[in-house]
């Protein structure tokens, strides 16, 4: 049975994890759980799984998480705030962490969980795109692994078993087109946050559905494969494929491709980032290939769709400027979603913050200069706001 601990519990990535360990009871023993301020759920979490510690990340809700699980008989140990969560992600005997909190929030809990030799189910592509130079260090030094748990880069995992060393020879991401895939260009002016938050396939979080609609979250994980699989930017494609049954490709050297897919479902990625290198039997509905009927394929817009070739820039200029892109565009779908700035305002924000930190950018960054390079992209958006408001 293997102990794990869930980072971002009550969002999606961990209901879906722990709706895993209901299914696995004999394989999977929950023993740390951290949220941020979902506190209903949270107890209901803590009822269930009996962990033995958890974190709180919203201080203020402490008193009322506490009087939640106040019937408890076996209670766990109960943490607040950001070292809070740190701590739980360091703690006891779980073998795997899962890393499911949103943004670069989850990049101090995933070091945490490193230098403790824990192997991370990534779920948080932040931890690497801001996090990169400090992180793959680490995992080095202690020896952990760093299994990918999104749907993408899980793909491209599991069509790389058995290839050999320098076999790989292209990355294909597959993207859903997010929620304006099929609206023509000239209406991106007048959408909504509530147009926006309308994935056509999938039931994600906010912000990661923002990131869809914008392909921003595509542009991230290309440089989240670039240092997953040490693969040259020029090797990394994007295409878009609206039913999403192909999760992603690779290429290798003879031509051939190699394609994972199925359902859209997360909890794949997700039990296989657990289980690797074993495969667990599920109930799940199997692909039907019938059902899913006609699989299709177009090259994405790089003028509907802007962020892509931002992110491309920031992965190719190395050092801080994909903590400065990521945190960038964290504060500007935040701006969106609270209705501050217009949905094109999105990728002019990022692209203005991005040329400005040009000339500050390190080759060699340390933790502390991917903390500072992130707080000034927050603040710099914020300014921007205000210039362009």
């Known amino acids: 049975m293997k102990a794990i601990t869930i980072l971002g519990s009550t969002g999606s990535i961990g209901t879906q994890t722990l709706d895993i360990v209901t299914d696995n009871p004999d394989k999977f023993r929950v023993v740390g759980l951290a949220a941020g301020s979902n506190v209903a759920l949270l107890a209901k979490q803590i009822d269930k799984f009996q962990p033995e510690i958890v974190a709180l990340g919203n201080e203020k809700k402490l008193a009322q998480l506490k009087e939640a699980i106040a019937f408890l008989p076996n209670k766990p140990q109960i943490l607040v705030g950001q070292e809070g969560i740190c701590e739980v992600a360091r703690y006891g005997d779980a073998q795997s962490v899962v890393t499911g909190i949103v943004g670069c929030a989850g990049l101090l809990p ?7 030799g824990k192997d991370i189910a990534l779920a948080n592509k932040e931890t690497l795109i801001a996090g990169a130079p400090v992180v793959l260090p680490l995992v080095k030094k202690h020896q952990v692994k760093l299994l990918p748990a999104d749907s993408e880069h899980s793909a491209i995992f599991q069509c790389l ?11 294909i991401l597959t993207a859903s087109g997010g929620s304006f895939r099929d609206l023509p260009i000239e209406k991106l002016a007048s959408v909504t946050v509530k147009d926006a938050l309308k994935h056509p396939n999938w039931s994600m979080g906010q912000k990661i559905t923002i990131d869809s609609a914008t392909l921003m979250n595509k542009g991230l994980e290309v440089i989240e494969a670039h240092y997953l699989f040490d693969v040259d930017y020029d090797r990394i494609d994007i295409v878009i494929h609206p039913q999403s049954i192909i999760h992603s490709l690779i290429e290798v050297q003879d031509t051939s491709v190699l394609a994972q897919l199925g359902w859209a479902d997360m909890r794949l990625p997700l039990l ?6 074993e495969r667990i039997f599920t109930e799940w509905e199997q692909l039907d290939l019938v059902k899913a009927g006609d699989l299709t394929f177009r090259e994405p817009d790089h003028k509907k769709y802007p962020c892509m070739q ?15 892109l990521n945190a960038a565009n964290e504060q500007a779908v935040a701006l969106f979603l609270s209705e501050k700035i217009d949905f094109l305002n999105i990728p002019r924000l990022i692209e203005q913050v991005c040329d400005r930190f040009g000339t500050q950018n390190t080759a060699q960054p ?14 710099a958006i914020l300014d921007a706001q205000i210039a362009i408001a």
């Not at 190395?318 to 400065?324: D, T």
């Open 161 to 171: 078993q058995g290839i050999p060393e320098g076999g790989l020879r292209r990355i």
């Open 310 to 324: 931002l992110a491309y820039a920031a992965g190719r200029a190395g050092g801080l400027m994909p903590a400065v």
């Open 366 to 379: 340390n933790l502390d200069d991917i903390l500072a390079a992130d707080r000034w992209a927050r603040q």
């Open 272 to 277: 296989y980032a657990l289980s690797w290198p």
């Open 110 to 116: 995933t070091i945490a969980a490193i230098e403790a």
